[in-house]
């Protein structure tokens, strides 16, 4: 279960996004590249994506919709997820306020990448924002035999306007779904008002059990306790953390705390692959190394973040996350008979540290099987090869498009 990735971004990967800390990657290869999206791309990166999510063992799935603003780019999108067959939660993100000390941060990254086309704005009033999410509420949520539900997704504290935050977590109470944001990602979105973004946040009332804060990773004491006594749950990825070298999470300070964390895999293109079971061995791993402490995190509680724990994380742990008699049929089964599973003494310890993720052999959602013996029931071996080709053609046009090129570069042993 991924309890926060964003889908469409799989078209940018390949190598597009390589050396680049995180807002370097956000204004000179993400957004730009999404600018150019069309609808048949939305589709086609969101097949691209399921099939990849589905051969590595995932049921479910928290899509942060960057593009979500664009009513034809989501419709394409939501209606993947409901054919293909996947359990997905389409949180649309906006963002409302433009926060003055990043804009000159922001102009002085852009000048790194004269050739690339920049997005126009990625900014819309707060209203119309507002009412393009209720109206993909109204259209799709709990839609495809209940499989698909649709969030309000403030981007972040510092790009939305108190009223967007407050009547954001206003529209998840009324239709019952939670409300998830971006926070504390990197030192310069950490602090707001000569306050953490967490106690801002909660100054405004905003902290709730409905609440899933994906990073949190510059978090101090108070922070914790603030989300631990909210009983706010947490995204954590550790993969796209480090690939944008952002940082190290408190993971295990949260769970030692009782807060609520799942693991999950981040954008597409600022992690390059969509595997929970990778995002599980780097989510064990970086908490032993940056707490120098072997037992930070144990590999059953791992695969219990990325099972029941991701579940109470997206608020479904009623219907999914564990096998019990009366819940939802989500299901994978992973074969033992490989080489790199031998010997077996810990299962869980297996998982974590010595699977590849090819191991999945059965995915089943919602009572539905995906994928049987390796073979995906809702794309034949024809098709997924057409599909790897025209997602390359796609990739290639969009980058074109946005001026992402030229990127070809002589072997580099250090970045300058």
Sequence with gaps: MNSHTHVIQVLLRGGLSQDRELYDWLFNVLYPGLEQYRPEDAQLAATLYVTEAVRSGITTIVDNADQGRSDDIAAATIETYGKLGIRAIYARMFFDSSPQHLEKLVETVMRKAPAVKHANSLFEPTDDALSHIESLISRYHNAYEGRIHVWPAPGLPNTTTEDGLMRAAQMAEKYGTMVTLHLAEAPLDANMHGMTSTEYLNALGFLSPRLLAAHCVWMNERDLRLLKFHNVKVAHNAVSNLYLASGFAPVSKMVSQGITVGVSTDDANCNDTISM?????????????????SSALTTEKVVEMATIDAAKAIGLDHEIGSLEPGKKADVI?????KAQ?????????????????SEVEMVIADGKILMEERVLTFLDDADELLLYKDAQRASESIAKRGGLTGLEREWRSLGK
């Design 277 to 293: 079971i990778l995002a599980m061995k780097i989510a064990a791993l970086a908490q032993r190394g940056s707490n120098l402490d």
């Design 333 to 337: 089964v992973v074969g033992l008979q």
């Design 341 to 357: 599973l031998y010997p077996n003494h810990h299962i869980p310890s297996v998982l974590v540290f010595q699977a590849y993720g």
